[in-house]
């Protein structure tokens, strides 16, 4: 390859990007269209070709162009946009080639298979089964913190790969501080003397009219249909192929619209995010997001702070009612708000409130942190998932399968992994606290339905930024502070103080 | 690698065939799912894959082990199927060398070019606006025959890509003795005096039922859904990602539901034939067609010899009739055979009869070889094309559009590939005629709905060989004579001497 070294980079970036995204566009089909027999070919060609991307990224720096790109960087020689890909690539290269080989193989073949059992044992209740498993990814995992180095933690080296920059510490505090507003705040609402029916909002809607109506609200807020698609899966998500092509899933449930439409809102959210990159930067750090956080940070906040909030409703709600006159025509528009938001500790994290859901977060941050520093034995994880669950949410957690078995994340080896979703909902607070300072009559526009509004300063503020800042940087230069929990704490004391009139008991 | 020499050529084949796989769900992705704006992305993707498999594909005997395994097999050292694997693999794998890297990739430019120029050309009717990309291209061809070396015509070297082992002599010959039978016999129909309405059979069905019966004839031809999908795309096809994995598309129009019944039909029997390759032997020669005119035998005895048959009808009329008695339930049996299989000579190839196809085919034929033998200039092949298509199908090319314009096959650079279609014809003629004579109550069983017998039939004796002989040997293996016109016309005049009375005129 010929040109001006950075070119050569850009251009090495791109290629593995387009095979990268090569691979979601497999991963998709799996999980949208797949036949059931193709399950066993489909897992090798996405292995052959995740190989293939792995391999081009580790030979990325053969001809130690890269290596000397970081030098002009060093050197100041090479500043701005390009400086950013160069940190950015050589960040995540350097990463890649302090693992050996052997051991990316070995952690790959032992998740690959620890998922499988994962599933087995969360069927069968079996804590036991998954054990030995457990024990070795905790292993490897602290074993892969001791190639790539770290200050403190052992913990902050895998943080670092889903939300670069942020240390075990700063994570620690930030979700102590959440932990210490949530509990008691959770016990307040719970004593609180307001009743809740969400059958209210139950009756049975044909999936096609489901559909079309999430697919109206998804557009509304702004997704460009033309630029992506919405299917159905098992589990939602959301995978993008390039800024042109993003594809959101959702599931249904034939009796409950409220059960989709909080999941599209979410993946819409991301799909915003994914849709907003600037495209002219596809496959450098400049087209990409910048951390876990950050991207849960605009799905959970139009999922929540605008998705369940008065504002939205005034505009959707006698859409729904007119649409859906059973279940909805009926139910006053005070009731549906409280269904909508309704608190209520529950075992299963991916169905829990805007309240408890970090709850759910902060018993897997204690408890992997914990494992990753040797402090707790993987052996001991129910019966500290356990405890925690009681003392954090008041609940009983009546088996396994509903307790530390739940989710797939261990299993799968990312660990570091679960903060991220907490520090969503933190950024997401941030974010909108600083678009309504910006924006004073931003909760009347979004009444009118003038969902653009919201959508644009997310675009100008977050997305059109790509990797260029850290997280911490980006909200720091946005909000003029770095990431705290205060302005989420402060928003659930304003939304559920008047939800569940917490004041009048005073 | 380590372990057998043909182990680990096995073993590269397969890694190969997982990422070709991988490009044909992206091939498939984008006929039927992707969105209009992902176009760019997807294509800077899949040529970005293919470069990996291009490039696997001519380094598999960077180590000289096919070399050596090759001379194995002339030294009789290695025999039986792997000696199969070996001499195929060697066969592409020599075809592929030969060709300069530079030719390679400025072919590829010029036909992705050719392919957007052809669009507009044909769009507005400006032949003229084509002509130096098909000049450019027919130039490159003989090239590329030159490349590849030839006996007596450069069209060989083409052809043989797609049909290998059958000389353009031998394919010349036969599409020579098929002429000279149909231009007489699609003369001696047109006279008869045999009226068909096919408006009778027009009516308006809502699309989601059609999609419903085409998906039962389907299954009860033996596709399996558990291994397969159907879906819907502007232009039909077959694609396989893995014998596990094959899905077809269909069209539909909402007035005409056998529209789209004769292409399910005809995608399905393509696609019996890769659920039915030996999936031990996936990513081998030993589990891929032997060839497209294979390919083509396997959708147009179904599509035709079966599809179209009376015994086919005598099972599956009845059910028509009363799952859509509007318009089947007052058309006759009689009078809906003659409309599926009305004769009547049209500009467009894909909506061709099965009498006047072949003479579409022969036109195409024709032309191309003459190009490439250096005999037509492509300059005058639109006026040929009317000559020819005047002297053989008797009617008049009004425009270039529905002229030398329609195909995408010449700006794609598929010079030689227009024969397998014809070969496709004779092919499963002769299939037909042997598997009569196997089984004498074949047509009784069909008649019963018994579409197992004639599938297992061609399972047996098609599917299962992959490629371990070639087009010509298989059916001298299978049927006791080489590739001949004769089943095929003997065909058409028995079941069009029937329809037509052509008989009773005499």
């Known amino acids: 390859m010929k040109g001006k070294p950075i070119e050569v980079l850009k251009e090495r970036l791109r290629e593995i990007s387009y095979l990268a995204s090569a691979s ?21 060609a996405s292995a052959q070709l995740s190989n293939v991307v792995h391999d081009k990224l580790v030979a990325i720096d053969d001809d130690k162009a890269l290596t000397r790109l970081k030098k002009d960087v060093e050197a100041k020689k090479l500043r701005g946009k390009d400086a950013v890909i160069v940190e950015e690539t050589w960040r995540s290269f350097e990463r890649e080639k302090k693992l050996p080989a052997d051991f990316v193989r070995e952690l790959s073949e032992l998740t690959a298979k620890a998922q499988h059992v994962w599933a087995e044992a969360r069927k069968k209740d079996d804590f036991g089964m998954f054990l030995p498993y457990l024990r070795r990814i905790v292993e490897m995992k602290r074993k892969e913190a001791k190639y790539v180095g770290y200050k403190d933690s052992p913990y902050d080296a895998l943080l670092d790969s889903y939300e670069p920059g942020l240390s075990a510490k700063d994570a620690s505090a930030m979700l102590e501080d959440l932990k210490s507003f949530l509990v008691p705040f959770l016990k307040e609402i719970r004593s609180a003397k307001v009743k809740v029916d969400p059958k209210k909002t139950k009756a049975r809607i044909p999936l096609s009219e489901q559909i079309a109506f999430n697919k109206e609200i998804s557009a509304a807020m702004g997704f460009d249909f033309e630029a992506g ?3 159905q899966s098992t589990h939602p998500f959301t995978t993008t192929f390039h800024p042109q092509d993003v594809r959101i899933t959702t599931r249904f449930r034939e009796d409950d619209l409220l059960y989709s439409l909080g999941s599209t809102i979410h993946e819409t959210g991301h799909a915003l995010y994914e849709q907003g990159l600037p495209s002219e930067h596809f496959g450098t750090p400049l087209g990409e997001a910048v951390s876990l956080g950050v991207h849960e940070s605009q799905s959970r906040l139009w999922e929540n702070n605008i998705g369940k909030s008065e504002a939205f409703w005034r505009h959707f709600y006698p859409k729904l009612q007119k649409r859906f006159p059973k279940p909805f025509k009926a139910l006053p528009f005070e009731e549906f708000m409280l269904i909508l938001n ?7 994290r991916t169905e829990a409130d805007e309240v408890t859901y970090n709850l759910h977060i902060i018993v897997r941050f204690e408890i992997e942190k914990g494992m990753i520093e040797g402090k707790i034995d993987p ?17 009983e957690v009546p088996s396994n399968t509903l307790g530390v ?11 570091g992994y679960f903060p991220t979703y907490a520090l969503g909902n933190l950024y997401a607070a941030q974010w909108y606290a600083a678009m309504e300072a910006e924006i004073p009559d931003l909760n009347k526009k979004i009444a009118k339905g003038e969902l653009s509004v919201p959508r644009e300063w997310l675009r100008k503020n977050v997305h059109l930024h790509g990797k260029t800042y850290k997280a911490a940087d980006l909200l720091k230069k946005v909000t003029g502070e770095k990431p705290i929990s205060r302005y989420f704490t402060e928003y659930l004391k304003k939304k559920y103080g008047k939800l569940y009139s917490l004041g009048s008991k005073k």
């Open 342 to 348: 309704e608190v209520k500790p529950s075992l299963i």
């Open 379 to 395: 052996e001991d994880a129910p019966a500290v998932w356990r405890e925690k669950m009681k003392e954090y949410l008041g609940i």
């Open 229 to 231: 698609r919405m299917d």
């Open 405 to 415: 078995l739940q989710d797939v994340h261990w299993s799968a080896g990312y660990l």
């Open 24 to 44: 979601a566009v497999l991963g998709w089909d799996q999980e949208v269209h797949m036949p059931a027999k193709g399950a066993d070919a489909r897992a090798r």
